[in-house]
């Protein structure tokens, strides 16, 4: 990833950051994560979750586990179609789904827009949360998570936006575990640069991330 080009960008691009902290930790009517006892997030391995949009030579990291330029913890992956140094070139893009699972449309708590997935991995439990989006595909069912419907890896389920935070359209991606312990989708928990560009050609590609 470039690094910025000036003190300016820099600072813009840290106040873009700042707006985007207020992403909450998203819960699914689950047992707290406290329940978790002795579960470990930094040793999960998740080669069953795929980008969840096509890939192409606009597509870029906004913010990766860790925001970067602070460290502060962020708890997933922002995903902009555009330059991240100009908000203004920033653009919707079709949002699917990352794996397999059991979907619904603003069924818990979340900030704008989302579709959450429940998971089944080799009797794992696993949620994967699509936040901001600007619509959600008229499939998938809203606003309650008794009334899902099965999605499989690749399906529409609507377009990135900037509900819940004004004027940043981005996809905020998350994966969780059975007790809403967020995990790294992709296993790296660094900042930005340490995640690789979605570079035309690479979509599905089931462990995109892994292995760096």
Same mark, same amino acid.
């Given at each position: ?22 992403? +909450?930790?998203? !819960? *699914?009517?689950?047992?707290? %994560?406290?329940?978790?006892? #002795?579960?470990?997030?930094? =040793?999960? $391995? ?42 203004? +070139?920033?653009? !919707? *893009?079709?949002?699917?789904? %990352?794996?397999?699972?059991? #979907?619904?449309?603003?069924? =818990?708590? $979340? ?102």
């Amino acid at each position: 990833m470039r690094l910025f080009s000036s003190s300016r960008k820099h600072r813009s691009i840290l106040a873009i950051f700042a707006a985007l902290l207020a992403v +909450s930790l998203f !819960t *699914f009517a689950l047992p707290s %994560a406290n329940q978790a006892g #002795a579960y470990s997030a930094y =040793s999960v $391995r998740t080669p069953f979750l795929t980008l969840p949009f096509e890939s192409t030579s606009r597509m870029q990291i906004l913010s990766g586990w860790y925001y970067n330029g602070s460290g502060r913890y962020h708890g997933g992956i922002d995903f902009i179609n555009g330059n991240y140094n100009n908000v203004s +070139s920033w653009r !919707t *893009f079709p949002v699917f789904a %990352a794996a397999d699972g059991e #979907a619904c449309g603003n069924c =818990s708590s $979340r900030q704008g827009n989302a579709v959450f997935i429940k998971h089944k991995v080799d009797g794992v439990t696993y949620y994967t949360y699509y936040g901001h989006l600007a619509s959600i595909s008229t499939a998938i069912p809203k606003g309650s998570q008794s009334h899902t419907v099965h999605v499989v890896r690749g399906q529409y389920l609507g377009m990135a936006g900037d509900t819940g935070a004004s004027g940043l359209v981005h996809l905020h991606f998350a994966l969780m575990n059975a007790y809403s312990t967020p995990i790294d989708p992709y296993s790296i928990n660094r900042l930005r640069g340490w995640y690789p560009a979605p570079t035309a050609g690479q979509y599905p590609a089931i462990g995109w991330f892994l292995g760096n």
